[in-house]
Every structure is written in C-alpha cells, then in structure tokens.
C-alpha cells in the first residue's frame, strides 16, 4: 500500500514566512514583552531547523512548533518572577486591531495557563482533545483552564466597566 | 466576552518587517551543520561506552548513596496514559503540573482542604527484587481522585467514611468528583503499585506558596528483608513544582 508522506524542506525563509506571525501572537500574548516573543520565536524555530523532524502533514508541523514555542515561553516565564506588562500604546505597535486593544489587554494579564488555552482554543481554533495532545495535558485540565480562563476574563472586564479602572 | 473579537484582536498582531528579517536571518545562519563521519563515529563510541557503564551502575543520591531502585514522577491522564515523566535525582526536575486547576471549586466537608496545594504529581519506583514501597510525607496528605454518584454525595455518613472529605465537581455534570483522603503515608506492594495511584496535596502559607519544605520519603524493602530509603524534596515554582533526592 502506498503511504503518503508530507515533504517540507526545512528552510527558514519557508517557516519564518508561513508560521512567524502566528507563533509570534502567541508568544507576545503569553510574554507580554516583544523582544521576549523575538527570542521565543527565534528559538522555536532554530529548534526545527537543528532537529529538522519528519511530520505527517501541515497541521502536524504547525502544532509541533506551538508545542515548542509555548514550552520556550512557560521557561522563559519561570524566569520572570515580576510579570513584565506590555503597555497598551505599544500593543499598536503590533496589534493592526486597534478597536479591540483593551479586550487584547485583559487576555494578557491572565496566568499563563489558561491563557495559552485560550489561545489555542479561541484564535488558532483547535478542539480540546487537540490541545491536550499540544500541552501534554489531559483533556479534563485544558476544559478547567478553560472554564477559569473565560471567568477570570469576564470578571476582570466587568469590574473594568463598573468602577472603569 | 465577544470571543471574537478577541480573536481579531490577536490574529491582527504581525511582527515588524525588522524583526522578520531578523528571525529568518538568524534562524539561517543555525541551520544544521553537515555532521564529520569520524568525529560521529567517536561520539557514538563514547556514548556506548558511557551507556554500558550506566547499565550496570545503581542509582546514586546526592550524598552519593548508593541505591538500586529509581523514582520518576508524572502525571495520569484521563485515559489512564502517564504524562511528563520525569526521573527524580539529585538535580531539580521541574514538573508543570495542574496545581491551580482545582482551586475556587474545591467543597470542603471536613479536614483543611483550603489550606492545601492539590497537585496531579504521582511516584513511581522501579527496580529489581522488591517487595514494598512505603511512602511518607512530611507535611500535606496523599490523596486519590474518586468518581461517585449523587445518592453518595448527599450520603454524608458514607462521604466521611470514605475519608472523601474533599468535592470538586465541573458544572453542568451529573458526575461527582471527590479527593479521597489516603493519609500521611502508605504502603504498595511494588507489583500494584499500577492500582493505588495517589497523588500529593502539599500545604500551603495562606498565598498558595509552599510554606516549609516538604520531604517525601520512599522506603523500599526487598524480598531478601533489606531494606533502603530515598528522600525527595518538593519545592514550588511559580505554577510548577520541583522535585529532587536530597
């Protein structure tokens, strides 16, 4: 039986132009901090290009650099004791959405891992059980991150609209 | 929450042309060297060499005793699969486990469950010729995952028999999920140490911060009636937790 292989040469001009801005978002989101998400990304892909691993498809190769560049991240935030805060005026810097920069704002300020969840689960589209495979969790802890994500999220911008701090 | 909104938002963040050049020039210049034939040969030879060695040698523990059994520690999935297993030593492995997931859901009925850290970290010992394993902890519980029905949950005679003095349940369920009390320490025969899979709730300081350190000590006593002792240190990292021999 002839089995289908998917064939990428790993070359950097390729990676960089089709998986850059999307591991960068995620990696801005998750470090609040661009010259961190820089590092994280540039790391995550020198990573592939070194190991240069065999995937099934695009997919399988898209969340095997999500995988990398979010363990890149949680490291590099165990390292960070203070939580550095990108300022909202410098998220235009980045962030083309200007009409959306204080929804944009409270995501960053959540921990990290209901964060990423979200993330995976609301921006990049992916299902639970997908997610879980990604983080190495199990299914039941990406729901939970989930669940608290959504109320940390609601909670922080309903407070925002009753005293509008 | 207009999730979609949110998803605008993030998806319309691009990085600068700038740092676009740079990552991809970067990223060029580390790409794979061609590997030297002779100098692979000699790597591979000194690493059988270095694996014959670390087949037949025991395992060592800071103060450079000498043991022969391992511990690693993970976590279970749902489908009862291990995830990230790590071997404990004498350097600091770092697990990133589940230890706020619990937390604001927790229903205490009886004990201190507010002033405890749940963590999903289970232990695993392997070597040869042993009969059973007792652990002991030296601050915080062992406990286990149970699943019950409604008619259990309002049955609160039989909740605190069970030692199950710790509710968590996902809204919207039928299924009860309850954190049985196992104790300070237990012992496991080696060969089903597969049927009592607990895991370690740690105490907290108030601040969900590890307030002294925690030892847990594994005790191994072999079919021959000796006897050997391996302690771990448990330490906390932000949302992770460390664990080490000491």
Redesign the interface.
């Known amino acids: 039986m002839l089995q289908l292989v998917w064939s990428a040469e ?1 070359d ?2 390729r ?2 132009d089709t998986y ?2 999307m591991l ?2 995620i990696c ?2 998750i470090l609040c901090n661009e010259k961190d998400a ?1 590092d994280a ?2 790391d995550t ?2 990573t592939y ?2 190991k ?1 691993p065999a995937f099934n498809d695009s997919e399988h190769e898209k969340a095997w650099l999500i995988t990398i560049a979010t363990n890149r991240c ?1 490291n590099m ?2 390292y960070n ?1 203070i939580r550095k805060h990108l300022d909202i005026n410098n998220l235009q ?5 200007d ?3 204080d ?2 704002d409270h ?1 960053m300020r959540l ?3 209901p964060k990423v969840v979200l ?1 995976l689960h ?2 990049e589209g992916y299902k639970v059980d997908e997610i ?1 495979k990604i983080l ?6 990406v ?3 989930l ?2 994500g ?1 109320e940390i ?2 909670e922080s ?1 309903r407070k925002e609209n009753e005293y509008g701090f | ?3 979609e ?12 042309k700038a ?2 050049d ?3 020039e ?3 210049k ?3 060297v061609p590997v030297n034939d002779k100098s692979w040969i000699s790597a591979a030879c000194a690493f059988g060499i270095l694996l014959a060695i670390m087949i037949g040698m025991p395992y060592l523990t800071k103060s450079g005793e000498v043991t022969n059994f391992s511990i690693t520690a993970y ?4 489908d009862g699969k291990e ?2 297993t790590t071997t404990i030593t004498s350097e600091k492995a ?1 697990i ?1 486990l ?1 230890t ?2 619990r937390m ?2 927790i229903l205490s009925i009886s004990g201190d469950g507010a002033n405890l850290i749940f963590t ?1 970290i289970r232990l695993k010992i392997t070597g040869e010729q042993i009969d059973t394993i007792t652990y002991t902890l030296s601050g915080g519980k062992f406990i286990e995952d149970v699943v019950f029905t409604y008619k259990e949950y309002i049955d609160r005679e039989w909740l605190q028999a069970e030692k199950i003095n710790f509710i968590t349940r ?2 919207s369920s039928d299924e009860y999920q309850g954190i049985k009390e196992v104790g300070s320490t237990y012992t496991v025969n080696y060969n089903e140490q597969e049927n009592h899979q607990y895991s370690i709730a740690i105490p907290h300081n108030g601040n969900e911060v590890i307030g002294d350190d925690v030892i847990i000590k594994a005790n191994v006593k072999y079919t021959d009636g000796n006897s050997e002792q391996q302690d771990i240190m448990v330490t906390q ?4 937790i460390s664990l080490k021999l000491k």
């Open positions: 790993p950097a001009e990676i960089v850059g801005n960068f978002r801005l989101v820089e990304v540039q892909f020198i290009l070194t240069s949680k935030r165990r004791i810097l980045y962030s083309k959405n009409k959306n920069h929804l944009l995501l921990p990290t891992k993330l609301y921006v879980a190495a969790i199990t299914t039941s802890a729901k939970k991150r669940q608290r959504r999220l609601r911008y | 929450m207009d999730f909104k949110i998803k605008d938002a993030v998806t319309s963040i691009e990085m600068s740092m676009e740079r990552v991809k970067n990223s060029g580390k790409k794979t976590a279970l999935s749902d995830l990230n770092t990133d589940a706020e997931d604001d859901r999903d996902e809204p990292e932000l949302d992770a």
